[in-house]
């Protein structure tokens, strides 16, 4: 089974809509949870940290549900400058240092 | 705002030589790794690295590669007898804290073409 699975995509919405990715992963024991984005052939770049009760930050709002191993990233009035690849990305030690485990990815293209 | 700097960006090896990339981590953080992602596949974790020693590896990081801190500023990774396989974007990543929840930041990487 993979680590973390995503839904590759693409995503094609139109400028203001609002779009939601969804990612499972399979360690129950995994203790921090961000989403990265990524752009073509660019380095990963922090979104949002994952918060068990549910976080929001402006335009996007990240769930987390430890009993379902699920989370979920929503981005409202979606901008061109949203398009990107959305990883999903899971520290699955807790206390380890930095051993990230990535998703492959969910390709979101904004249009005009 | 403090960045993680990579050299050299691009770079074209002939199968069976050896290559060294190159990191800057920001400079007040002690933490340092090294990641890989191959054209059209998910970022995987290599190396982590603190006090001056490997504290975590994966089964990626066999005995082809090594990393090393030769001086204050820079952290190295060393390929030796690159394969085909090899060809990937080497991205270099450090953070303050090592525990669970700590943010990395990754350099722009290093684009790895072994021929």
């Known amino acids: 089974r993979k680590e973390v699975e995503q839904d590759p995509g693409p995503f094609n919405v139109p400028e203001g809509a609002t779009v939601a990715f969804n990612c499972t992963y399979s360690n129950s024991a995994s203790q921090s949870f961000f989403w990265y984005r990524q752009d073509c052939r660019k380095e990963p770049k922090l979104l949002m940290s994952v918060y068990s009760s549910g976080n929001e930050d402006g335009r996007f709002t990240a769930q987390l549900n430890r009993a379902s191993q699920y989370m979920s990233l929503l981005i409202r009035d979606s901008k061109l400058s949203d398009s990107a690849t959305y990883l999903c990305v899971v520290n699955p030690h807790g206390g380890s240092q930095g051993n990230l485990i990535f998703g492959k990815g969910t390709k979101l293209s904004v249009k005009p | 705002e403090p960045e993680v700097t990579q050299t050299p960006s691009h770079q074209v090896t002939q199968m069976g030589q050896e290559v060294i990339l190159r990191c800057v981590p920001i400079s007040n953080h002690l933490y340092f790794y090294w990641y890989r992602q191959i054209l059209g596949q998910k970022v995987e974790f290599l190396v982590s690295f603190y006090n001056n020693e490997i504290s975590e590896k994966s089964e990626i990081f066999d005995d082809q590669f090594s990393v090393e801190r030769p001086d204050g500023s820079n952290f190295t990774l060393k390929i030796r007898s690159t394969k085909l396989e090899d060809s990937a974007m080497y991205f270099c990543?450090?953070?303050?804290?090592?525990?669970?929840?700590?943010?990395?930041?990754f350099g722009a990487g290093s684009r790895l073409t072994v021929l």
């Open positions: 990543a450090s953070s303050e804290a090592g525990e669970g929840g700590t943010v990395l930041t």
